[in-house]
């Protein structure tokens, strides 16, 4: 279409410069993400759209006539010759009544095109329905555009001019429509195959007729199939190949492989494969060549893809033609701007522009040059120059490699642009995304992001997901309501306090997918985004440190009621001072409050020296002492002295070194030490007895057998007929009868009499004879055979003799019971055999004395019960079952051991261990 000049109505603006402004405003549309672009041009009393982006609009539309009070915006740019940028109409007054905010327009960018004459030609702009901030970026782009289509209408000759050239660009637009028209048909009609299959799953999305002719199959046949289905690859290598490329981000292009037909007829083409993205789907689009077609169809669209791929790739920037035969390298006027040069600084040579490249980028450069000059591939590559005030430029450039009918290259045109701005935007964009998804997603804390305008959660991190049981997914479709439990009207009026304050903290609780219920404590703030106004959160569970808190509290309670309640007197100490006691130490010390104690020098309630106390104190505060326990005298504050045991550790209090002190009144475990000491003399006093009773008719047997050897010599020396030699050893046999009677007695009453309190060296070999000549006349009665094994140079131990004595009658008696239990009468195993060894075990020398019998056995389930005392085997009439339990008792006192070895209906070993020297002195005293 041809748009008339506001005063000169026979200029005309070609259609070919339209469709070149057409594509600026598409590729700005696309770069920057804006629905609306519009060239408007200034008629005498409107404004009228001659050309618009690609994207639908409902509100603007190619050819509409606006008055200037309905484009206010644009109206404010003509009127005052400069640009305009408005990121928010309705945060201005003055533009709150205009048409176009009416229109939902909210933000706008202008910049005014004039004629070569200074008159207003009209508008470049850009409008958006949501509000903006247009980046300086993207201002600098639309200047330039209007810059380029000024430079455009200054191209435009005089009217004289224009009219001698009214016919010729007729007809020059007459041969591009129809060199249009037979680029559609061509392609309509293309005798390339092209294939639409999706990336991720190889189904076929489309194909062309001439797919479809090329290798026999209906659309219906290949929509739906994927290539493997159809097996349409000769070798499957090829796909092999092709996928592999593509993978690697290699592009696939100008392939030559054989494919399959329906009917298997074997084709070879030329293909080229290339990802692209349809409505947001990765496809992949094939185009397959016939080798018989491909040579015509590259003659007919040589010159037309040329002009094609110019038109689109010049969207905006420098354009350059280089002569690769002649080396002339032809730059327009943009080019030099971009790279900072004036024509006569340029030497118009391609190593001219190798000479700007930046060092680092130049072997590259020079190599994607000549491989699109080999057509190993496309010339679609970036670098940086070096301009000529010293700075760096990013540099994006696309070019097409245009060959004689030979194939060599003759030349090459293309395009650059400044990329630089666009980098560095780039670069922030992604280390400011880097470091979100470091601190947000990849943190260990819980992180949600909830819209205030209607609470729900937009975002989530890994760590929340965890934390509440959902995926992403999941948790997006939640609501804050739906993950906290309070009222709605609660959270609400928490949420309007959170964006007021712009930033909040308090306790809550949330709702897990498992449907606890935890306590959190949250912080949030505000975050605008898209026009949105959002709550970054993050969430820490607090339940168990309010559990834990509880428990503290909790515990100090029962500690205070355990310490104010103690049968012990407790106190603190610090700085050698009592800090503080409880009421048992109040009673203790006999006070009548706090006060008597509090503040006053622990140690001057001893009756030891107070300077040692003080000394044992400085010890525990500084930690030399970890834990004490011992016995002292402490003055009450009536002045009595009492008994106590004291124990302390090291004890930080209100900021202080100090101790924590026990004490314990021994006067009561005095007492009932003594008494237990009694009763368990009286014990031991019952269990002798016991044994004495069952010797008494074996010690009278034998005291009768000497004294009726007495009787009988009295009465032969009373026989006058004697010989007085017969006399005189008659007198001496009843001297050692009398003797004989002396010693049983002796030995009777030594184990009877009243132990002492004391312990004093004995012979170990004295003390077995000793028990032996009370049990021997009752082991011969009972026909059994006793065997001594007791060496005669061991040494003297210290020990309490009636004690052990005591121990070795009952084992020797627990002996004769078992032998008489198993045999009643005389058998030739019914044998006792007591020895005794000495041996050294840990430095020490120690006696092992063994009393073995030949009897039934210990039972194995009573061996852990035979110490207990009151258990016994023996029918009641025959035992107490104290026997071995004061055994035990007595062993333990001598720091030795008591242990037994049995073989069930076998024998029995009863093994006693003890220390020669148990470390006793001979004055220690067992009270």
């Known amino acids: 279409m041809n748009i008339v000049h506001p005063h000169k109505e026979d200029i005309y603006i070609e259609s070919s410069m339209l469709n070149k402004w057409q594509k600026f405003l598409d590729l700005f549309s696309e770069m920057i993400d804006i629905p609306i672009v519009l060239i408007m041009q200034l008629n005498q009393i409107d404004l009228e759209v001659i050309v618009q982006s690609i994207q639908e609009s409902d509100i603007y539309r190619k050819n509409d006539l606006l008055s200037l009070k309905e484009s206010s915006y644009s109206k404010a740019v003509i009127d005052t010759g400069n640009n305009l940028i408005i990121p928010n109409a309705n945060l201005d007054k003055k533009w709150r009544d205009s048409r176009a905010l009416a229109l939902g327009l909210v933000a706008y960018i202008g910049f005014p095109i004039f004629w070569p004459s200074g008159e ?30 000024q430079d455009d209408l200054s191209k ?22 129809e060199s249009e028209e037979r680029f559609k048909t061509a392609f309509q009609t293309s005798p390339a195959g092209i294939l639409l299959t999706s990336l991720t799953d190889g189904v076929i999305i489309d194909a062309n007729e001439t797919y479809q002719r090329l290798f026999g199959y209906s659309h219906e046949e290949l929509v739906g199939k994927t290539t493997a289905e159809i097996n349409i690859y000769v070798n499957a290598e090829d796909r092999g190949h092709v996928f592999e490329k593509l993978q690697k981000g290699e592009p696939v292009q100008n392939y030559e492989m054989p494919l399959r037909t329906k009917n298997d007829e074997i084709k070879i083409v030329h293909g080229t494969v290339k990802r692209i993205n349809i409505n947001g789907r990765d496809c992949l689009i094939t185009s397959v060549y016939d080798m018989t077609a491909i040579k015509k169809l590259e003659n007919d669209l040589l010159r037309l893809n040329e002009r094609y791929a110019l038109a689109i790739r010049a969207a905006q920037a420098g354009i350059w033609d280089w002569d690769i035969v002649n080396d002339v390298l032809h730059w327009d006027d943009q080019m030099y701007k971009i ?78 642009f400044d990329i630089t701005e666009r980098n560095r935007i780039k670069e922030r964009l992604m280390a400011s995304e880097t470091r979100y998804r470091e601190i947000f997603y990849n943190n260990a804390a819980a992180q949600i992001v909830i819209d205030s305008h209607d609470s729900s959660i937009v975002d989530a991190n890994r760590a929340a997901c965890r934390y509440y049981g959902y995926s992403l997914d999941e948790i997006k479709k939640k609501t804050v309501f739906d993950i906290n439990p309070n009222s709605k009207e609660y959270i609400l009026e928490t949420m309007k306090n959170s964006l007021k304050k712009g930033s909040n903290h308090f306790v809550t609780q949330h709702i897990r997918a498992d449907h606890s219920i935890r306590d959190v404590e949250l912080f949030n703030g505000n975050v605008s985004f898209d026009g949105r106004n959002l ?11 309010i559990k834990a808190i509880s428990d503290l509290q909790e515990s100090e309670r029962r500690f205070r009621l355990f310490v104010e309640n103690a049968p012990d007197g407790i106190l603190v100490e610090t700085n050698y001072q009592i800090d503080y006691v409880n009421q048992k130490t109040l009673e203790l010390f006999r006070a009548d409050k706090l006060n008597d104690l509090v503040g006053k020098n622990f140690a001057d309630y001893f009756v030891e020296n107070s300077s040692s ?13 970890l834990k004490t326990l011992s016995e002292e005298t402490i003055i009450r504050l009536d002045g009595e002295q009492v008994d106590i045991e004291l124990s302390a550790v090291p004890f930080f209090y209100n900021g202080k070194d100090g101790a924590l002190i026990y004490l314990r009144d021994m006067t009561e475990r005095r007492d009932f030490e003594k008494v237990k000491l009694d009763m368990e003399f009286q014990l031991r ?95 011969r009665h009972d026909q059994i ?44 195993k019914k044998v006792i055999e007591i020895n005794c060894l000495m041996f050294e075990r840990d430095g020490r020398r120690w006696f092992k004395i063994t009393v073995k019998d030949n009897g039934t056995g210990i039972l194995e389930e009573l061996l852990e019960r035979i110490f207990d005392p009151f258990f016994t085997t023996k029918p009641r009439d025959k035992g107490t079952g104290l026997g071995l339990s004061i055994s035990h008792g007595i062993v333990k006192d001598h720091h030795g051991e008591l242990y037994f070895e049995t073989k069930q209906g076998e024998c029995t070993k009863a093994i006693l261990i003890l220390p020669v020297d148990n470390g006793w002195s001979m004055d220690d005293d067992v009270m």
């Not at 600098?140 to 209007?146: E, F, I, S």
């Not at 106390?613 to 002492?625: C, D, E, S, T, V």
């Not at 005669?792 to 070795?808: A, E, F, G, Y």
């Open 785 to 828: 055979t006793l065997l001594l094994d007791i060496p005669d140079d061991l040494p003297s131990i210290k020990c309490r003799s009636q004690q052990i004595q005591q121990v070795l009658m009952n084992l020797i008696t627990n002996a004769r019971d078992a032998l008489n239990s198993k045999y009643p009468g005389y058998h030739e």
């Open 535 to 545: 709550l970054h959160v993050i969430i820490y569970d607090i339940t168990e440190n």
């Open 339 to 416: 790279y900072d040069a004036t024509k006569e600084q340029f030497g118009g040579a391609y190593d001219a522009w190798l000479a700007r490249v930046h060092p680092d980028d130049l072997a590259q450069s020079d190599l994607e040059t000549k491989q699109a000059m080999l057509g190993e591939k496309e010339y679609n590559t970036e670098f940086r120059i070096c301009a000529t005030d010293g700075s760096i430029r990013f540099i994006k450039a696309y070019g097409d490699v245009i060959r004689d009918f030979t194939g060599n290259p003759v030349r090459m045109v293309g395009i650059n």
């Open 120 to 149: 207003i030609f009209g508008t470049i702009c850009a409008l958006d329905l949501h509000e903006r901030e247009f980046t300086s970026w993207s201002g600098q782009l639309l200047g330039q555009y209007a810059e380029i289509i």
């Open 613 to 625: 106390i003080n000394a044992y104190i400085q010890k525990l505060n500084a930690g030399l002492l």
């Open 685 to 779: 006093q019952k269990q002798k007895l016991e044994s004495i009773g069952t010797l008494a008719g074996g010690v009278a047997h034998e005291i009768n057998n000497p004294i009726n050897g007495i009787i009988n010599y009295a009465e032969l020396i009373s026989d006058p007929t004697t010989p007085p030699a017969q006399i005189h050893d008659y007198s001496q046999e009843i001297m050692r009868e009398g003797k004989r009677i002396a010693e049983i007695v002796r030995n009777l009453l030594s184990f009877a009499r009243q132990e002492k309190q004391t312990h004093s060296p004995a012979q170990i070999s004295d003390i077995i004879n000793q028990t032996v000549s009370l049990v021997r006349v009752l082991l």
């Open 156 to 177: 435009i000759d005089a009217l004289d001019d224009l009219k001698k050239a009214q016919a010729e660009q007729a007809k020059s637009e007459q041969l591009l429509h």
